[in-house]
């Protein structure tokens, strides 16, 4: 397992820097989304799990990147990034504020990273492109969203036992399913971000869940990101005001 430690977060020049230039990027990228390949087999090669953490006070952002082997879950190589928060809080575009972070942090691997899982959505998104998404389109690499709640849309109750599923629905579009990763807890929800099936998608959110209801993958980089955040802000200037 290789660590590394925090590396700065760069914001390209050419980044929007408003609303509506954020909008008129998503819409172009958002046609580059590929929805009809299947992806890699679960439980083959490797996967990796992403995560992000704020400090909105000092305008910190932290992402970090955790790889797994898919077979046996054991961590490969993770990597954090740190930097700036690359955009204001608007709903429906807070990928822009991360992925330059999450960017930085992928660049740091040797490993392959695989089926990339994000913390987030895919195609289960107000304007159907989610951080998942839009890290698959920027990167060329398979990616999912497996999210904690299920945003705007509606979805049945799934069934109450572990492997159960239901469609999360815009109208009667499925977006993502409902998925029971445990017997009688809360689903998660499951979308493609790109160049993944919707059923493999659940299949390896399944395989990622043996003993929690949310990923190891993304509970991994949930808590290095966290680590990492906490690292930045204790050596950073107090907010203003304090």
């Known amino acids: 397992m290789t660590t590394n430690r925090p590396a700065p977060a760069h914001i390209p020049a050419d980044w929007p ?38 400090d909105d006070e000092r305008d910190i952002v932290a992402a970090a990147v955790v790889v797994l082997d898919a077979a046996t879950l054991d961590v490969v190589e993770e990597a954090t990034a740190v930097g700036r928060v690359a955009f204001p809080y608007v709903p429906g575009l807070l990928a822009f504020r991360e992925i330059p972070a999450v960017l930085a942090a992928l660049g740091q691997l040797a490993a392959d990273p695989g089926l990339v899982v994000c913390d987030g959505y895919g195609i289960a998104h107000p304007r159907g492109f989610g951080l998942a998404s839009h890290l698959g389109v920027l990167t060329g690499l398979p990616t999912i969203g497996v999210a904690k709640n299920p945003f705007t849309f509606t979805y049945e109750a799934p069934g109450a036992p572990r492997g159960s599923a239901a469609s999360l629905l815009d109208g009667a579009r499925e977006v993502g399913r409902a998925l029971r990763t445990r017997d009688d807890v809360k689903p998660v929800f499951v979308s493609v971000g790109h160049r993944v099936s919707l059923d493999n998608a659940c299949a390896h959110t399944l395989r990622l869940t043996p003993r929690y209801r949310l990923p190891e993958s993304t509970r991994r980089a949930d808590a290095l990101c966290r680590a990492a955040l906490r690292e930045a802000t204790a050596s950073a200037p107090p907010p203003p005001g304090t």
Request: overall charge negative; glycine content about 10%; aromatic content about 2%.
């Open 17 to 54: 820097a408003d609303e509506p230039a954020a909008r008129a990027v998503q819409d172009e990228l958002r046609a580059r989304t590929v929805l009809d390949e299947t992806g890699p087999p679960p439980g083959t090669g490797q996967v990796t799990g992403v995560d992000v953490a704020y």
